[in-house]
Nanobody, 125 residues
Framework: QLQLVESGGGSVQAGGSLRLSCAVSGNIRNGYCMGWFRQVPSNEREGVATIDSDGGTSYANSVKGRFTISQDNAKNTLYLQMNSLKPEDTAMYYC???????????????????WGQGTQVTVSS
């Protein structure tokens, strides 16, 4: 079992930056696939970015070039650096983990087994 706790959300103006963190604890082992998802009310949860145990990354088209996913294995922490934020980035952001990466379906919530409680990001115009 893993426990995931997000932090770093908040309110920012368009064009600003935020860095989300996800602290991972529990039965940690090498090889976990990590990801960030986001969701707005009445919409489905959507994949934002993922990173595998080798450092390979994938991003949603809507955030490519603006967001960067990274991890610090020594600190058991996942990050999402978000730059050039837009109002449409407003959502609840969730950290997720899976025992292995399904590269073809990383953007689907069903590809992940463990979830944090979420952190709210609000971008004003």
């Amino acid at each position: 079992q893993l426990q995931l706790v997000e932090s770093g959300g908040g309110s920012v103006q368009a064009g600003g930056s935020l860095r989300l963190s996800c602290a991972v604890s529990g039965n940690i082992r090498n090889g976990y696939c990590m990801g960030w998802f986001r969701q707005v009310p009445s919409n489905e949860r959507e994949g934002v970015a993922t990173i595998d145990s080798d450092g390979g990354t994938s991003y949603a088209n809507s955030v490519k070039g603006r967001f960067t996913i990274s991890q610090d294995n020594a600190k058991n922490t996942l990050y999402l650096q978000m730059n050039s934020l837009k109002p449409e980035d407003t959502a609840m952001y969730y950290c997720a983990a899976a025992a292995y990466c399904d590269s073809g379906n990383w953007f689907l919530p069903n590809s992940f087994n463990y979830w944090g409680q979420g952190t709210q990001v609000t971008v004003s115009s």
